[in-house]
């Protein structure tokens, strides 16, 4: 017997597909000449889908379950093929398993930095990474766009397109919210759900995936951050406040003078000599006022509360082989609840001579400390 004979005796009639890497999103069930049996048994587990491809073209899919594969079973592939009374054993058709499971450890970060105009610092240059949960949603785009005649399609080969996509979807975004820096480092967990918006447009029709969170963390430049600790920032916006302000104050003396003038030319009535002497009076306060101002530099006016609070120590932290942040310590309790910030993450602030792990940073310890009470010692050594 020859081996081409002796392959097509060997043909098994299960078609399956077992694999527990969650790594693969595709994969293309290996027969020889494509070739299965009439009767042939398919097993299709959950989180998986079936599809079957006949010279190229999109034939019949199965969800998850146990199927026979007869001509009732197969009513595409039965019309592309020409069965008009079942078909003979063997039968030609590719099948392609596909992984509908989502994918959570997708990570992204903007291989350059965005340029943002920002009223208060002029044009700062903001970086962005985090993580992306996908899955397929598609199976016949992913197949015609992606996997075309490879065997599989791990997510590796497409986490680069996914970066690409990420990327420009971020550029696109922060430049048509046109908010400034601070806006933008406070307001992240809102422009994550816009940007998973914005990636979505961009790659459902396109390669039949569906985008199921966005996790973002956006960092500005480290001067930036000096200064919003240093609270110029604050000093701005303070600034501009005064500056809507002082037109209208001027603008109310301006009514209040006129008004007074009116009044003092009623010549009727002791409503205007009063008005008069009030207006003689106010005017020599203005005189001495503006002499004042002359001759000695205004005095700034005393703060109406008190002082703002010092701002927290702030901490760059080391994530996927980038540094992030700053952040402050409380904002990096969701980081260690996910398992992204660990003891032995390095992190780094100002003062310190080097990068340290963060379990030996005094003001982080506290965030790997054990939730509750250590446990009571037992009935013996109490009793001891």
Not at 134 to 149: D, K, N, Q, S
């Amino acid at each position: 017997m020859g081996i081409i004979a002796k392959l097509k005796g060997e043909l098994v009639d299960i078609i399956e597909w077992l694999d527990d890497s969650r790594s693969t999103l595709a994969w293309r069930f290996p027969r020889y000449e494509n070739e299965i049996k009439n009767g042939a048994e398919l097993i299709v587990r959950e989180g998986q889908q079936a599809v079957f491809v006949y010279r190229g073209k999109l034939a019949d899919k199965f969800g998850p379950g146990h199927y026979q594969l007869v001509t009732e079973n197969l009513p595409i592939l039965s019309t592309l093929q020409g069965w008009e009374h079942g078909f003979r054993s063997p039968f030609r058709s590719e099948v392609y398993f596909i992984n509908t499971r989502p994918v959570t450890d997708l990570r992204w970060g903007t291989p350059s930095p965005v340029t943002v105009r920002d009223p208060d610092f002029t044009m700062v240059q903001v970086r962005a990474n985090g993580l992306c949960v996908l899955r397929i949603a598609a199976p016949e785009i992913f197949l015609r766009e992606i996997i075309g005649t490879d065997s599989s399609v791990s997510t590796e080969e497409i986490s680069e397109l996914l970066r690409r996509v990420i990327t420009q979807a971020f550029s696109d975004m922060v430049l048509e919210s046109k908010l400034g820096v601070i806006d933008l480092q406070g307001k992240q967990t809102e422009l994550a759900g816009k940007l998973k918006d914005y990636v979505q447009e961009r790659v459902d029709d396109e390669f039949g995936l569906k985008i199921d969170d966005i996790v973002m963390t956006i960092t500005l430049p480290e001067e930036v951050t000096e200064a919003m600790t240093r609270g110029v920032a604050r000093g701005v916006e303070q600034a501009r406040y005064l500056d809507n302000v002082g037109p209208m104050d001027r603008l109310q003396q301006g009514a209040a003078a006129e008004a007074m003038v009116e009044a003092a030319r009623n010549p009727g009535g002791g409503a205007g000599s009063m008005m008069g002497a009030g207006l003689g009076m106010a005017l020599g306060q203005q005189m001495g006022n503006m002499m004042g101002g002359m001759a000695a530099p205004a005095q700034q006016a005393a703060p109406a509360g008190p002082p703002p609070l010092p701002a927290a120590q702030q901490f760059h932290v080391e994530i996927s082989g980038q540094a992030s942040g700053p952040f402050a310590p409380d904002q990096l309790r969701p980081f260690v609840a996910g398992g992204q910030v660990t003891p032995a993450t390095l992190v780094w602030t100002t003062g310190m001579p080097g990068w340290a792990a963060a379990q030996t940073v005094p003001a982080l310890a506290a965030l790997f400390a054990p939730a509750g009470p250590p446990p009571l010692p037992n009935a013996q050594q109490a009793g001891a």
